[in-house]
C-alpha cells in the first residue's frame, strides 16, 4: 500500500527553528510536495521536490532524499503566523498526490 | 481574482437526502478535483478530471458522482447522503496532471449529514 508519515504534532519558540520530517512508501514517484493549510481554511503550496538535495525559499526550506523516502521542511526565524498545520503529499506513478495527515505546528511565544 | 470558488460554504443535511457541491474556477485549468478532508487523515481524492469531458475515480469514489462538461466547472454530486460522507470537502485545480503542476484549493464545504 502506499504510505505518508509525519509526525501529528510539534511545538517550536517564536523565532527559533524547526523541521518537520516526512518519510513515505508509494508506488511510483513524480516529485513531492508541501502545503500549509491554517485551521478552517484551504491548503496552499510551499514547495516542491523531484531531484535529490534542499530547495530554498525564504524562510523555507525543504530537503528531499529518494534513496531514503525522506523529506523534511525547514522552518527558520519563526512568526506567530506560521502555526499551522503541514502537510507532505508525493505525486505518485498515476500522477495522483497522495497525502500525509499533516503535521500541526504550535509556535509559542 | 482568479481562484476557485466552491458553494456552499457548509450545510447539515438529513441521512438519505441528494446534495451538489459546486466548484467554479477562472484560471483555465485543465485538471480538477474532488477531495474530503476527515480529522486525523490525510485528504482523499474523491474524483477527478484532467480535461473537459472526462473524469476518473480516485481512493475513495462510492457514494459520489461528478461531471465535467466545460472547462470551468465540476460539481461533486451526494445522491444519498449517509453520515459517513459528513467531512470538509475540498475542490482543487491545477494546469495540468503532470509533475510539478501544483494544486490550487477552493475554500472547502464542510458538510454533515445527520
Known amino acids: 500500500g502506499q504510505n505518508i508519515d509525519q509526525p501529528t504534532e510539534m511545538t517550536a519558540t517564536e523565532g527559533a527553528i524547526v523541521q518537520i520530517n516526512c518519510t513515505y512508501q508509494?508506488?511510483?514517484?513524480?516529485?513531492l510536495f508541501w502545503y500549509q493549510q491554517h485551521a478552517g481554511e484551504a491548503p496552499t503550496f510551499l514547495s516542491y521536490?523531484?531531484l535529490d538535495g534542499l530547495e530554498e525559499k525564504g524562510r523555507f526550506s525543504s530537503f528531499l532524499s529518494r534513496s531514503k523516502g525522506y523529506s523534511y521542511l525547514l522552518l527558520k526565524e519563526l512568526q506567530m503566523k506560521d502555526s499551522a498545520s503541514y502537510l507532505c503529499a508525493v505525486m505518485d506513478s498515476n500522477y495522483q498526490l497522495i497525502w500525509g495527515a499533516g503535521t500541526k505546528l504550535i509556535i509559542k511565544p | 481574482i482568479a481562484g476557485i470558488t466552491q458553494a456552499p460554504t457548509s450545510q447539515i443535511l438529513a441521512a438519505g437526502r441528494r446534495m451538489t457541491l459546486r466548484c467554479t474556477q477562472d484560471?483555465?485549468?485543465?485538471?480538477m478535483y474532488w477531495y474530503r478532508q476527515d480529522l486525523g487523515l490525510g485528504l482523499r481524492l474523491i474524483h477527478y478530471s484532467n480535461t473537459a469531458g472526462t473524469t476518473g475515480k480516485g481512493e475513495v469514489p462510492d457514494g459520489y458522482s461528478v461531471s465535467r462538461a466545460n472547462t470551468d466547472d465540476f460539481p461533486l454530486t451526494l445522491a444519498s447522503a449517509v453520515p459517513s460522507q459528513t467531512s470538509v470537502y475540498f475542490c482543487?485545480?491545477?494546469?495540468?496532471?503532470?509533475?510539478?503542476?501544483?494544486?490550487?484549493f477552493g475554500p472547502g464545504t464542510r458538510l454533515t449529514v445527520l
Open positions: 482543487a485545480s491545477s494546469e495540468a496532471t503532470g509533475e510539478m503542476d501544483e494544486q490550487f
Open positions: 508509494t508506488s511510483g514517484f513524480n516529485g
Open positions: 484560471m483555465r485549468h485543465n485538471a
Open positions: 521536490n523531484v
